[in-house]
């Protein structure tokens, strides 16, 4: 009589050992499968293997454990195989099992899996606390879960966003007629750096609306609002829109020409947080975001970018520079949450590129440069320009990224945070002092008049 099938689990699963470890117990043995081994036969025996409160014995089958002379698949293993008496439960009907050997295998059902998040892995991390110093300590407890929400605390995203709207507003303020007084260029200024305020901290509702679930995998966010409960979708939705609500009356300050400018930088807005789980470069979309302020400038001022081609491609240039821009800062900071990213499934030039990162944050200066000295180079701006803006860029940008130190969580968020203004301060240094220059006169009228008739300006 050929042995139980459901003994194959058994030598399948490399589970042949001495019957203590294996659970049976005496006259209530555990049915581990239906199957036999090596097809081998087996004696079944009525011999009992222990005491029994009834006459009757128990009966035992004989498999093999160490020692066995048909152990030559354990021998591999520095192990042998003897022979042993397992316990069958009373209630079995020895005459219902099967017994052939060629019977298909018993397989598990297969359960479906989906790929997720691991669990938060919050464990070693301390729990989060009231800010007690700072802006945030001076705010109503139930105000500080939404100024956390839009990083009123953290500024830097702020600058970022500030400083392509004051590049643009400062290389078109000379293209006027006549050229923009300061006054105004001040106005138009104060108006970007509070509609920067407004829309950066409605996209970082947005984006953490859309990783409420991703945010408690990462160290770095695990204690954001959303993430770790201090304010529900909902609330969060309503915050969104006073926040958007604000940022149009802000809009409606500005000439009526920069509407249309402004309505397609929404929608860069609310598809960015998606763009990390389908593609590892998600902060080029965060550039065209970002960026978006470099076209903004040349409206605001009445200057109708469509309507004159050098102004639209000094625009564009200048757009495509700041695009490069924030690729650049963005993949250093994205290195700060590298090992979490990896682990929560969360995609980034910086996991795509991890092993030759500093050639690509060479390749992104480069073109950075490049591109603004392009835009300037359009509309015919001056040595001030060259020298202070596009020498400072590239001295600064150059300084960071042979520096920075990618494994160093605290020296990526240092260069992150202060490169903001090494480099955005070099242009703004040259593009102002440009500025003054027009403004002064210094370059002479015949320049002054030679660069707005380059660009062919047409004012709304």
Not at 255 to 261: I, K, R, V
């Amino acid at each position: 009589m050929a042995a139980p099938l459901f003994l194959r689990d058994i030598s399948r699963s490399g589970l042949a050992r001495p019957p203590q470890t294996l659970g049976w117990k005496c006259g209530n043995a555990r049915m581990l499968g239906s199957i036999s081994y090596h097809k081998k036969r087996w004696p079944i025996s009525a011999r009992s293997s222990c005491t029994s409160s009834t006459s009757r014995p128990t009966p035992t089958i004989r498999v093999p454990t160490h020692g066995s002379r048909h152990s030559q698949s354990w021998r591999g293993r520095g192990q042998s195989l003897t022979t042993t008496n397992l316990p069958i439960p009373a209630h079995t009907n020895l005459t219902s099992i099967r017994t052939s050997s060629s019977s298909p295998p018993h397989h598990p059902p297969q359960t479906s899996t989906t790929t997720q998040p691991p669990p938060p892995r919050t464990s070693n991390h301390p729990p989060y606390t009231p800010p007690t110093t700072g802006l945030l300590s001076y705010l109503p407890p139930s105000w500080v879960p939404y100024a956390e929400l839009i990083r009123l605390d953290k500024p830097t995203g702020t600058y970022y966003l500030f400083f392509p709207c004051l590049f643009s507003t400062l290389l078109a303020a000379p293209l006027t007629t006549p050229i923009t007084p300061p006054i105004t260029l001040i106005h138009t200024t104060l108006l970007f750096l509070t509609g920067a305020l407004i829309m950066r901290g409605a996209g970082c509702t947005i984006n953490d609306l859309w990783d409420r679930n991703l945010d408690p995998h990462v160290t770095r966010t695990r204690l954001r609002p959303l993430a770790r409960g201090a304010i529900n979708p909902r609330s969060a939705l309503i915050f969104t829109s006073a926040q958007l609500l604000t940022g149009l009356a802000l809009l409606l300050q500005f000439p009526s020409s920069c509407l249309p400018y402004a309505v397609p930088s929404l929608i860069l807005v609310a598809t960015y947080p998606l763009a990390k789980r389908i593609t590892h470069y998600p902060q080029f979309i965060l550039g065209l975001t970002f960026s978006w302020g470099a076209i903004m400038g040349f409206p605001a001022l009445g200057i109708d970018i469509l309507s004159s081609a050098p102004a639209l491609t000094a625009a564009s240039c200048l757009y495509a520079s700041c695009v490069s821009w924030t690729v650049l800062y963005d993949m250093i900071y994205a290195h700060m949450d590298i090992r979490d990213d990896g682990a929560a499934g969360i995609k980034s030039i910086a996991l795509r590129h991890a092993e030759d990162t500093k050639l690509v944050l060479s390749g992104l200066a480069v073109l950075q440069v490049g591109l603004l000295a392009a835009a300037g180079m359009v509309v015919g701006a001056g040595p001030v320009f060259f020298v202070g803006g596009c020498g400072g860029a590239a001295g600064t940008l150059g300084l960071m990224v042979w520096r920075v130190k990618l494994g160093d969580v605290r020296d990526c968020w240092w260069w992150f945070r202060w490169g903001c203004w090494f480099t955005g301060g070099a242009v703004v240094v040259g593009l102002g002092g440009e500025y003054v220059m027009r403004l002064e006169g210094w370059y002479g009228d015949e320049r002054g008049g030679e660069m707005r008739e380059r660009a062919m300006v047409q004012q709304v």
